[in-house]
């Protein structure tokens, strides 16, 4: 299993709302005590919430199917049900959230920032939210809403001011321990880091993060190695630094050559060649790397980028790096837009926004909309009287003239809704009006 995951998928159920009550009140001495059932309780919504303390996906790799709580149902006496349990899921901060389709959904960046990724479902409303001076003891009631339910990716992006990237065991993780209280694993083989760690670095009033970003190889970007697993963790840094091991063994490579390596794979990758570099020849504690260091210096400056000789086991050279990654730290926040309060914009929909479409499929007509899809859900089919309730809704929003303008004629089949549709034969003979209605839930406008 696993210690550290920066990709999962999450498979969400938020819950679904409580059943309202059909009760009439029964009380000596009171024999038309009218209709007392209670309303659903609402749905449990399932929350993504950016906690600093949290720093991989680890525990939804391991369950990633999470439901909310249902709302209970309403009672008699106007008892409404309570409401479902909020689950509230902790992710780290730098998060994406995308669909299963790769479209984005949210950024989830600094401490404390919320969103509701599911939403429950309302309860129904009892008969006594459902009587009027006509219906005045309404023998149904709504059924609650079923909550959102739906599949998306996490994937984690680091936070960090800088990145060290560099081929395997250029020494990026004995950099960052040298620098900072960091301590990764450090190992004489090659891809000894599994993992992005972070450390915090000082250099004079500055503080800044470094990431160590495991080692890349040619090809990364396109699937080699371990290092297009991890490219993402250095879109979010102010700057990068190239580790470039100047003792290496192996024939054939040499530190320009490194860093054309390396720098090719971030083009590949896309979306870094605004982010000032600095170069770091390591390992100069052995005499042929210092000795190489002096021979490339004078190439790798012609590229524009300061170099820095050190040693990560001595030493050398790292508060020169460390004053240099300070100070494009400090221009890089000096150059960003001054951070604005949250500002929450509430944009509630329209109190008459009755939109729907009625459209001709072949033989059919297929009615789409928020209301009258809604009201499919909370009706309760094997109840006449509930199902006398959403005929007369579906006349007052105008449902029943639009099907007329479309060419319905009566017997036609009239679809309601998407992949849970619900089939009529449509009567347009039917007048809406509760006065029509007769014992209490029956309708006789059905019979």
Excluded at 132 to 157: M, N
Aim: with cysteine; hydrophobic share 40%.
């Amino acid at each position: 299993m696993p210690t550290f995951v920066d990709r999962v998928v999450l498979h969400l159920a938020a819950g679904s709302g409580g059943h309202g009550c059909v009760s009439v009140h029964r009380e000596k001495f009171k024999p038309l005590g009218g209709p007392d059932g209670g309303n659903g309780g609402r749905g449990g919504d399932i929350v993504l919430v950016v906690d600093p303390g949290v720093t991989t996906l680890l525990d939804y790799h391991r369950r990633p199917h999470r439901r909310a709580g249902n709302g209970a149902p309403g009672e008699g006496s106007m008892r409404n049900g309570a409401d479902g349990d909020d689950i509230v899921l902790a992710v780290p901060d730098g998060t994406v959230v995308t669909g299963r389709d790769g479209r984005p959904i949210a950024d989830l960046v600094g401490s404390g920032t919320r969103l509701v990724i599911a939403q429950g479902g309302r309860g129904g409303l009892g008969n006594a939210a459902l009587a009027t001076k006509r219906r005045r003891a309404p023998g149904f009631a709504l059924l609650g809403e079923p909550g959102q339910a739906s599949d998306i990716v996490l994937e984690l992006k680091s936070v960090a001011d800088v990145g060290l990237v560099g081929f395997p065991s250029a020494g990026k993780s004995s950099l960052i321990a040298a620098m900072s209280a960091a301590r990764p694993k450090i190992a004489d083989y090659p891809f000894t880091t599994l993992t992005p760690n972070l450390g915090v670095v000082e250099a004079g009033d500055v503080r800044f993060t470094v990431a160590d970003v495991p080692g890349l190889i040619e090809g990364a970007s396109e699937g080699r190695g371990l290092g297009h697993e991890f490219l993402r963790h250095v879109e979010r840094c102010k700057a990068l630094v190239h580790v470039v091991d100047g003792a290496t063994p192996e024939s054939g490579r040499d530190p320009v050559h490194d860093i054309q390596v390396i720098e090719a794979e971030l083009e590949r990758h896309g979306g870094l060649d605004d982010r000032p570099r600095l170069v770091a020849l390591n390992k100069v504690d052995v005499p042929d790397a210092r000795e190489l260091a002096e021979m490339v210096r004078a190439d790798i400056e012609a590229m524009g980028w300061r170099v820095f000789p050190i040693s990560a086991v001595t030493g050398d050279g790292l508060r020169e790096l460390s004053f240099a990654m300070a100070s494009l730290v400090s221009d890089a926040r000096a150059a960003a837009p001054a951070a604005e309060p949250t500002r929450l914009v509430l944009r509630p929909e329209a109190v008459d926004d009755d939109g729907f479409t009625v459209t001709r499929e072949g033989e059919r007509f297929r009615v789409r909309g928020v209301k009258p899809e809604r009201w499919i859900q909370q009706t309760d089919f094997s109840n006449d009287e509930a199902v006398g309730y959403l005929a007369d809704r579906l006349a007052r929003l105008g449902v029943e003239d639009e099907l007329v303008k479309a060419g319905a004629e009566p017997g036609d089949e009239v679809v309601i809704g998407g992949e849970d549709a619900v089939v009529f034969d449509w009567e347009p003979s039917m007048h809406a009006g509760s006065e029509l209605l007769g014992r209490r839930g029956s309708d006789p406008r059905l019979e």
